[in-house]
């Protein structure tokens, strides 16, 4: 019988901190009886959390420190290994965890994952990689916010990890496409157009050609990859789009004829609401790295953090990992 996967998450992370990372918790344990969790934080903290009983598969583990969500990435490496940040990376590093999941300073994890965790062989940065909201189907972008600069056969890397994950999620035969300002082949900046090269010779996936940013959200590929630079602006401005038009509908059923209709029309309200609500979206992979870290949204919701887990649950069960180092391996 295989052991339990283990699932490391730093409790202190966040905006919120244990405020989040508990509830979240003991409702995932509660879901996922089988998967142990492992909360490292500062003991006090975690404890005011906590109701008088918590799942027999959740362990807290008592760290000192906390990376601070204002913290400079190179001066939080030098706390060491006194952080819930590092502590939970460093479970995944020695075998311990299957899995990382931090709400913390994006930069502060991404050099630290580095540090501890380490790079897969074969993949010189690591990039973050998350489900888009699409029309249909599934489609994941990476990088989004890792690199502000990336060479060409980089691109190529994103493309091959973002088509494992994609197969990870269900996906049979992945379409990769580059995110550009125009289709036509002669658009973009050199790099662009050299990883465009690059893509079509690769046998690990279908190369789709270049996508234009209104086409993300269309499904119609599985795997769009740009650099962190374009697709940090690209996600932010989404995000902001999304709960643009949820708080339009909404307040077009508050007042006037709307209210009238709003009992009627409240399941497609709710619907329409979970679909473009950022939360159901939660959990970014930092793909790349020699181990799995998922990173929540510093602001994210007990709902949202437990979609995060839920991520990290599914990519370790995959074992995206080692299935996206065979394929590199091989490359």
């Known amino acids: 019988m295989s052991e339990p ?32 969790l ?30 601070a969500m204002d913290a400079d990435p190179r001066q939080a490496l030098r706390l060491g290994d006194t952080s819930s940040m590092w502590q939970a990376l460093q479970a995944v590093a020695r075998g311990d965890a299957r899995a990382c999941i931090s709400a913390g300073n994006t930069g502060a994890l991404m050099l630290m994952s580095r540090r501890v965790v380490g790079m897969m062989s074969g993949v010189e940065v690591p990039a973050i990689c998350k489900a888009m909201p699409v029309r249909k189907g599934l489609t994941l972008m990476l990088d989004l916010g890792a690199n502000i600069h990336c060479s060409s056969s980089q691109l190529l890397q994103f493309a091959t990890m973002g088509s494992v994950l994609a197969r990870a999620s269900g996906v049979a035969e992945p379409q990769v496409a580059l995110l550009n300002i125009g289709t036509e082949a002669g658009k973009g900046t050199t790099t ?21 940013a209104d086409a993300i959200y269309s499904g119609a590929v599985q795997v769009i ?30 007042s006037g004829f709307g209210r ?14 979970a679909e473009l609500n950022p939360d159901a979206y939660n959990g970014a992979i930092l793909a790349g790295l020699a181990g799995t870290v998922i990173k929540s949204h510093g602001g994210a919701s007990v709902a949202a953090t437990v979609n995060a887990l839920r991520l990290a649950y599914e990519q370790a069960e995959f074992d995206s990992v080692a299935k996206v180092a065979h394929v590199l391996g091989g490359a």
Do not use: H
């Not at 996967?5 to 344990?29: C, K, Q, T, Y």
């Open 225 to 254: 990859v740009c650099d962190g630079f374009s697709g940090n602006i690209a996600l932010k401005a989404s995000e902001g789009v999304a709960r643009l038009i949820a708080g339009r509908i909404e307040e077009s059923f508050k």
């Open 38 to 67: 492992l909360l490292f934080g500062q003991r006090s903290a975690m404890a005011r959390e906590c109701p008088a009983t918590t799942p027999k598969n959740i362990e807290f583990v008592d760290v000192p420190d906390v990376v």
């Open 192 to 212: 662009i157009r050299d990883a465009a090269t690059l893509l079509a010779g690769s046998g690990e996936f279908t190369y789709a050609g270049f996508v234009e």
């Open 260 to 273: 009238v209709i709003a009992p009627l029309a409240w399941p497609l309200i709710r619907r329409w609401r």
């Open 5 to 36: 996967i283990r699932l490391a998450v730093d409790a202190m992370s966040g905006d919120f901190g244990p405020r989040i990372a508990i509830p979240a918790a003991i409702e995932f344990a509660r879901t996922f009886p089988d998967v142990q």
